[in-house]
């Protein structure tokens, strides 16, 4: 596997465009921004790519998602793979994986953690499919994933849609994360005999308990802007949280912690949240998701 084809190079899929041809991956990659393209239509990356052709959708999940892979179910051969890296709700990659095996193309679903960071620390990649599928994509997945043993950056978690499955499930457990951080901010900003917020939380990174990369990302944020001023205490949901939530029910699963952490950032869009604050910075560090200035 030398050569693919990526459709959206946004915040993630551009960095993984140039991690992939820093390993020696061959990638040619189309968006709709005539600056960023490599090529100016579907059609033409589809003539670019050797056959079987390897297609990585990475897209906005949803109806944009569910456009391009309906085109692509139009416009491919038998024997070629695409691949959805995006947040696509797992039941979804069922009907996706349907359609096109109509037309005799194999589909795998990928769930990419990493965020802007992923370019220079490599992606975490929660993979769906069939086996031999995933063994051909290796190459890929191994490009993309960060140094070190490859069980602790990648996983082929199961059949098609378990990929996104156990993104979701991981992005439910970010929710309750940066929401712990988050009010443990808000009461130390508003405890009087606390003077210095940013050094308690940069006196934990390293020999405590609850020292993370999430954590890092608090200091870092505090570090520009230290009682988060700037920023309004207003915090979208991707849907997975949401979705997370809808499980644990549908399987009587208890996530008290999780689904606290949703209602919480329904709250934000009531009234101004110092936590709320330090949830929307977080998402900004890791992700590169907009805030609202104050």
Do not use: C
Not at 71 to 94: P, Q
Not at 203 to 223: C, E, I, N
Not at 233 to 257: K, L, Q
């Amino acid at each position: 596997m030398t050569h693919i084809g990526l459709i959206g190079l946004g915040r993630m899929g551009g960095n993984m465009r140039e991690r992939l041809r820093a390993a020696g991956i061959e990638v040619t990659g189309y968006d709709h921004n005539p600056e960023i393209t490599d090529v100016p239509s579907v059609d033409a990356l589809i003539a670019a790519l050797p056959s079987p052709r390897v297609v990585w959708v990475m897209v906005p999940a949803g109806a944009i998602t569910d456009a391009v892979i309906t085109e692509l179910a139009a416009k491919l051969s038998e024997g070629d793979l695409v691949i959805d890296g995006g947040n696509t709700r797992f039941t979804e990659d069922d009907r996706h994986a349907a359609m096109l095996a109509e037309r005799g193309i194999r589909f795998v679903d990928v769930g990419v953690s990493g965020g802007i960071w992923g370019l220079e620390n490599g992606y975490g990649l929660m993979v769906g499919g069939e086996r031999a599928d995933v063994e051909e994509l290796m190459p890929v997945f191994d490009a993309l994933r960060p140094e070190g043993p490859r069980e602790e950056g990648f996983v082929h978690a199961g059949p098609i849609g378990a990929g996104h499955y156990v993104k979701m499930v991981h992005n439910g457990i970010e929710y309750g994360l940066m929401q712990a951080y988050a009010e443990g901010f808000e009461l130390l900003e508003r405890a009087e005999r606390v003077h210095d917020v940013a050094g308690s939380f940069r006196a934990w990174q390293r020999g405590t308990v609850v020292r993370s990369w999430l954590l890092d990302l608090m200091v870092r944020a505090l570090d520009e802007d230290a009682d988060l001023s700037e920023i309004e205490g207003y915090v979208d949901d991707s849907g997975e949280g949401r979705w997370t939530v809808e499980e644990a029910i549908a399987n009587a699963v208890p996530m008290p912690a999780i689904s606290a952490s949703l209602f919480a950032r329904f709250e934000s869009r009531q009234d101004d949240s110092p936590a709320m604050k330090a949830v929307a910075a977080l998402r900004n560090q890791f992700g590169g998701h907009s805030i609202k200035k104050a």
